[in-house]
């Protein structure tokens, strides 16, 4: 049975062994984007802050998901944490909900202040008077999602390498990116009939535009493609947190 | 009398039960095989065994952080692989490296007490005055002796029904030994039991009640300091002449360590170093006199 207390007592633990460390790389983010706006600030600075700010968020999340279970990497360690009382269930929620949600909300509100200190200091000390300038609700879930996605491979990663976790889940991203990348082209080749054809093709097409599509005499149904894809990267996400869940509870120390 | 005794060992609770379990790292070395075993409550187990007889292994088998291939491990009736959470929390196990997170004793309390439902932080308390623990030091600027009387003082603070611990004793000074056995001896109750690996069977000695001699990938023995002394006297003898009833001895400085049958009824205080040398050198025999 899911108890929400002990699934409190496991964040509570989490949140201690880690919390030394997550105000430490707030303060070295803060006075480093500061010092970065200061060099910088110009009418651009916007532009510059989301980009920086959302790849700051991600990676302290990939960082924060690939040494969510650090006490794995030990022995002693691992006994300590198998033995705690709580399910596994417990456990890994908790682990998923600080390594997710939580550390996203973290470094977001961090991001967004350093933002509206530097655009405030910014505009009395410069000739530059620029308003706040906040990115859109789709592209906060664009954002979200694709924190996620990654998320997940570092959430396994975790659970299944003992040394080093972010860097061989790095690798591990890379080679099935790569993989991906080739199963895609020989696909695109079998499917749209040869590689000189899709070389052929203007490619700043719209998505939807079936019309141009079927100018070329294609022999598949684009839009069950791209469904496919949908479903394939929903499920990708869900299935290493599955394996999460699994790996986490069959491992033995 | 004797029945009486069985009546009453009839009538504790089983705790812990392994039934025809193997267990295997890898498929050339079985570590157990076919192996059976019942932890009883109300006693304190000593687990003897050379080094690489699997005591460790046996403990992570107890307590479901290693799973095993066939047969069967119970903890309250509980399958230790499912590592339930009714028995995470009546079973406490130290290993022997032990692991305490970057904080300082308030901070651990913070993080561990509240998830064992009896936790007593005035049994904590006193545990740390009697080992002569500043609360307030980080963990990190402790030496290992004092992070190891910090996790003894949590682990009996926990109140578990089961307390298993591995090496307890490394890395104790000479008082923090005596200490901890006055504490153990004080804190064990009928409900509860203490399995106690070791190798360090001199520090231990006065603390065992029942003793547990693990070889070769069996249990050679698994009895009572009382049932021991009823079959098996330990004697100090000036020469081996003239001794027939001798069944083991042991060369020492001070003349022949030997073990007799108890024939007579008498009373000798068990070495367990001896039992263990006998015990593994004359498997057998020993299984016969215990009829194992």
């Given at each position: 049975?899911?108890?929400?207390?002990?699934?409190?007592?496991?964040?509570?633990?989490?949140w201690?062994?880690?919390?030394q460390?997550?105000?430490l790389n707030i303060?070295?983010?803060?006075?480093?984007?500061?010092?970065?706006?200061?060099?910088i600030?110009n009418?651009?600075?916007?532009?510059f802050?989301?980009?920086?700010?959302?790849?700051?968020i991600a990676?302290?999340?990939?960082?924060s998901?690939?040494?969510?279970?650090s006490?794995?990497?030990?022995?002693?360690?691992?006994?300590?944490?198998?033995?705690t009382?709580?399910?596994?269930t417990?456990?890994?929620?908790?682990?998923?909900?600080y390594?997710?949600?939580?550390?996203?909300?973290?470094y977001?509100?961090?991001?967004?202040?350093?933002?509206?200190?530097?655009?405030?200091v910014?505009?009395l000390?410069?000739?530059f008077?620029?308003?706040?300038?906040?990115?859109?609700?789709?592209?906060?879930w664009?954002g979200?999602?694709?924190?996620?996605?990654?998320?997940?491979?570092?959430?396994l990663?975790?659970?299944?390498?003992?040394?080093n976790?972010?860097?061989?889940?790095?690798?591990?991203i890379?080679?099935?990116?790569m993989v991906?990348?080739?199963?895609?082209k020989?696909?695109?080749?079998w499917?749209?009939?040869?590689i000189?054809?899709?070389?052929?093709?203007?490619?700043?097409l719209?998505?939807?535009?079936?019309?141009?599509?079927?100018?070329l005499?294609?022999?598949?149904d684009?839009?069950?493609?791209v469904?496919?894809?949908?479903?394939?990267?929903?499920?990708?996400?869900?299935?290493?947190?599955?394996?999460?869940?699994?790996?986490?509870?069959?491992r033995?120390? | 009398?004797?029945?009486?005794?069985t009546?009453?060992?009839?009538?504790?609770k089983?705790m812990?039960?392994?039934?025809?379990?193997?267990?295997?790292?890898?498929?050339k070395?079985?570590?157990?095989?076919?192996?059976?075993?019942?932890?009883?409550?109300?006693h304190?187990?000593?687990?003897?065994?050379?080094?690489?007889a699997?005591?460790?292994?046996?403990?992570?088998?107890m307590t479901?952080?290693?799973?095993?291939?066939?047969?069967?491990?119970?903890?309250f009736?509980?399958?230790?692989?499912?590592?339930?959470?009714?028995?995470?929390?009546?079973?406490?196990?130290?290993?022997?490296?032990?692991w305490l997170?970057?904080?300082?004793?308030?901070?651990?309390?913070?993080?561990?007490?509240?998830?064992?439902?009896?936790?007593?932080?005035e049994?904590?308390?006193?545990?740390?005055k009697?080992f002569?623990?500043?609360?307030i030091d980080?963990?990190?600027?402790?030496?290992?002796?004092?992070?190891?009387?910090?996790?003894?003082?949590?682990?009996?603070?926990?109140q578990?029904?089961?307390?298993?611990?591995?090496?307890?004793?490394?890395?104790?000074?000479?008082?923090?030994?005596g200490?901890?056995?006055?504490?153990?001896?004080e804190?064990?109750?009928?409900?509860?039991?203490?399995?106690?690996?070791t190798h360090?069977v001199?520090d231990?000695?006065?603390?065992?009640?029942?003793?547990?001699?693990?070889?070769?990938?069996?249990?050679l023995m698994?009895?009572?300091?009382?049932?021991?002394c009823?079959r098996?006297?330990?004697?100090?003898?000036?020469?081996?002449?003239?001794?027939?009833?001798?069944?083991?001895s042991?060369?020492?400085p001070?003349?022949?360590?030997?073990?007799t049958p108890?024939?007579?009824g008498?009373?000798?205080?068990?070495?367990l170093?001896?039992?263990?040398n006998m015990?593994?050198?004359?498997a057998?025999?020993?299984?016969?006199?215990?009829?194992?």
């Amino acid at each position: 049975m899911f108890s929400i207390k002990r699934f409190f007592e496991q964040f509570k633990i989490i949140w201690m062994q880690n919390s030394q460390r997550i105000f430490l790389n707030i303060g070295i983010l803060t006075l480093l984007i500061i010092f970065i706006n200061f060099l910088i600030f110009n009418q651009y600075i916007d532009k510059f802050h989301f980009g920086l700010g959302g790849g700051i968020i991600a990676f302290m999340t990939f960082i924060s998901s690939a040494n969510v279970f650090s006490s794995l990497q030990q022995t002693s360690s691992g006994i300590h944490y198998y033995m705690t009382p709580a399910t596994i269930t417990e456990k890994y929620a908790a682990a998923w909900f600080y390594s997710s949600f939580f550390t996203i909300f973290v470094y977001s509100i961090t991001v967004f202040l350093i933002y509206i200190f530097s655009i405030s200091v910014g505009n009395l000390f410069t000739d530059f008077h620029l308003s706040l300038n906040l990115p859109n609700s789709e592209m906060l879930w664009q954002g979200l999602l694709g924190i996620l996605f990654y998320q997940s491979f570092f959430f396994l990663g975790a659970t299944v390498f003992k040394k080093n976790p972010f860097l061989k889940t790095l690798l591990c991203i890379i080679l099935f990116l790569m993989v991906v990348a080739v199963i895609t082209k020989v696909l695109m080749i079998w499917l749209m009939g040869g590689i000189e054809d899709m070389n052929s093709y203007q490619w700043n097409l719209e998505i939807n535009d079936l019309s141009d599509f079927e100018k070329l005499n294609m022999s598949f149904d684009y839009k069950t493609l791209v469904n496919i894809a949908k479903i394939i990267l929903i499920s990708i996400p869900l299935i290493c947190w599955l394996a999460a869940y699994f790996r986490l509870k069959t491992r033995q120390i | 009398m004797q029945c009486l005794s069985t009546l009453i060992h009839q009538n504790k609770k089983t705790m812990i039960e392994l039934k025809s379990m193997n267990f295997a790292y890898s498929k050339k070395k079985k570590i157990f095989d076919d192996l059976t075993l019942t932890i009883e409550e109300g006693h304190i187990y000593g687990l003897l065994g050379k080094n690489g007889a699997g005591k460790t292994t046996l403990l992570k088998l107890m307590t479901g952080l290693l799973f095993p291939q066939s047969g069967l491990t119970t903890a309250f009736g509980i399958d230790t692989k499912k590592r339930h959470v009714n028995m995470l929390e009546e079973i406490y196990f130290l290993p022997e490296e032990i692991w305490l997170p970057d904080v300082n004793v308030a901070g651990y309390l913070k993080m561990y007490a509240n998830s064992y439902p009896r936790f007593s932080h005035e049994l904590f308390q006193r545990c740390l005055k009697e080992f002569e623990i500043d609360p307030i030091d980080k963990f990190k600027r402790m030496s290992l002796g004092q992070r190891k009387k910090v996790a003894i003082s949590f682990a009996l603070a926990t109140q578990c029904k089961i307390l298993i611990m591995d090496e307890p004793t490394n890395g104790l000074d000479i008082p923090s030994k005596g200490q901890f056995r006055k504490l153990s001896a004080e804190l064990i109750g009928d409900d509860r039991c203490i399995i106690l690996s070791t190798h360090q069977v001199r520090d231990l000695e006065s603390l065992i009640d029942t003793v547990i001699i693990l070889d070769d990938s069996h249990i050679l023995m698994n009895n009572t300091i009382d049932q021991i002394c009823k079959r098996i006297v330990f004697k100090t003898l000036g020469s081996l002449d003239n001794q027939p009833d001798v069944i083991y001895s042991e060369f020492t400085p001070k003349g022949y360590l030997a073990v007799t049958p108890n024939m007579d009824g008498s009373d000798s205080k068990v070495d367990l170093e001896i039992l263990f040398n006998m015990t593994t050198q004359n498997a057998n025999l020993m299984k016969q006199m215990f009829n194992h």
